[in-house]
């Protein structure tokens, strides 16, 4: 029989991810499998998915298999005045596929900044969704990232709030020629229209997007600098390389509010990972203050191949006269090294390491 991975890709991941958020003072959630039926009902609107699996529990109320991790931190965020409350979760939640074939056990790792926030809160967690990304693609990846102001600053002059539907679906198809069309047919100003078709036009580095922003954006100038501000800081963190900015994806008012991103992967075709800023839901569960966060999917690692290259840094391979003690040392100074060791006698079949090495009696070989 087949002898499955150590380290499947989702399971290394989560495990990169969570030290992580960890390293930055970020505390643990954990949830039930199940809540009641409730509290996704009554915000089915902030839902990836409104399909939710329910069951009915031995008390007669009626639960639901969680959906979504951020409600029920939200709804148990109590951050003090003035302060953060900063928690990261590794969780599955159960929806249905994009094609609407059944529910699947999906394995989500994300985190959650709660509370008074500032530019440096979201710098923080804009930086880690970089280094998400860069730990589970070996460096390479792209962060797209968009402004929800800027796009509805520009809708502002729109009035009738069917078209302003219409013109953010065709602005999250990039589609100009659309948008151009509903302007004309709205009588909405050609200035405006010509605005809205640039910004749908709009991506790559913020060195090249920035300027010819700044003839767009029209009077909203605050989430222009609050954009800035954010590229200045991922800049100086040397992040700014897998920086692009799209505003296609800010075109879902609902849920964000303020920045918006999503996280690649090369040989992905979708996301691995998606947040923004959602003060929205927290006025909508009678909370204060602010919040941002992100969440990243972890099954879509397995269209990667399980487990990457190797499952391995390094296979310590000892003959029948080693010295045990020595083995031991020798494994402890490949791990302070920062190396995943796996320590056999013979080599495990179907084991992947990127490294031998045979430790024989005497030392290593």
């Known amino acids: ?60 109320r009626l639960m639901a298999l969680k959906p979504d991790v951020t409600l029920s931190i939200v709804k148990n965020a109590q951050p003090s005045a003035g302060a953060l409350e900063k928690v990261y979760y590794h969780e599955n939640v159960y929806r249905t596929t994009s094609a609407g074939l059944g529910f699947r056990e999906i394995m989500q790792t994300g985190l959650e900044c709660i509370g008074a926030l500032d530019l440096t809160a979201m710098g923080e967690v804009l930086k880690l969704a970089a280094e998400s990304l860069g730990l589970l693609g070996g460096g390479a990846y792209l962060l797209d990232l968009g402004h929800t102001g800027l796009v509805s600053g520009l809708l502002e002059g729109v009035r009738d709030n069917s078209v302003r539907e219409q013109l953010l679906a065709e602005l999250g198809r990039k589609n100009a020629p659309a948008i151009d069309r509903l302007c004309a047919q709205a009588g909405v100003e050609r200035e405006l229209a010509e605005r809205l078709c640039g910004l749908s036009r709009l991506y790559g580095p913020p060195a090249q997007v920035l300027p010819e922003l700044e003839a767009l954006a029209g009077g909203a100038r605050a989430a222009l ?103 031991a040392r020798r494994a402890a100074s490949l791990l302070s090294g920062g190396k995943s060791v796996r320590v056999e006698r013979e080599v495990p079949q179907g084991l992947r390491w990127k490294e031998l090495v045979r430790f024989e009696e005497g030392g290593p070989a």
């Open 1 to 60: 029989m087949e002898q499955s991975p150590i380290w499947r890709a989702d399971e290394r991941g989560g495990l990169q991810l969570r030290e992580l958020y960890h390293r930055h003072g970020y505390l643990p959630y954990r949830m039930s499998k199940f809540e009641p039926y409730d509290l996704y009902a009554k915000n089915r609107s902030f839902l990836v998915s409104e399909n939710i699996l329910t069951f009915t529990d031995t008390d007669g």
């Open 225 to 327: 600098e609050e954009l800035k501000g954010l590229c200045r800081i991922m800049e100086g963190l040397g992040l700014s390389e897998g920086l692009r900015l799209d505003f296609s994806i800010a075109n879902d008012m609902r849920y964000y509010n303020g920045i918006i991103f999503r996280g690649y992967l090369p040989g992905l075709a979708s996301g691995v990972l998606a947040g923004g800023r959602y003060d929205n839901l927290l006025r909508r569960m009678g909370k204060t203050g602010q919040a941002i966060g992100f969440a990243v999917y972890l099954d879509q690692l397995e269209r990667l191949g399980e487990g990457g290259e190797y499952d391995v840094d390094t296979l310590l391979l000892y003959g029948p006269e080693a010295d045990p003690a020595e083995v």
